[in-house]
């Protein structure tokens, strides 16, 4: 699944998802491919951005397979415990 925010010159890919069991069968790749084309149809779509953690290098690794570039480095400082260990 991809769950995606349609701007009016770019689209958020806000969630992209496949069950365990489905990686790697190229699945995301098709659900993304099928997105780039309907922004090239519509045709006022300059791009299509995502965001994903930065140890996540499986997810950085499939978007640069996919000819996505990197472009942002986001900074984030929480105010509250995350869950994870982490607080200021």
Known sequence: MI?????????????????PEHRWK??????????????LQQGNIVSINCMTHLNNLAAQAAFEAQRRT?????YSYPLKDRGDGKSH
């Open 26 to 39: 190229g699945i995301h790749t098709a659900l993304f491919d099928t997105l780039v084309d309907k922004g």
């Open 70 to 74: 990197k472009e942002y480095i986001m």
């Open 3 to 19: 769950i995606y925010d349609c701007g009016p010159e770019n689209w958020s890919i806000l969630l992209g998802y496949v069950l």
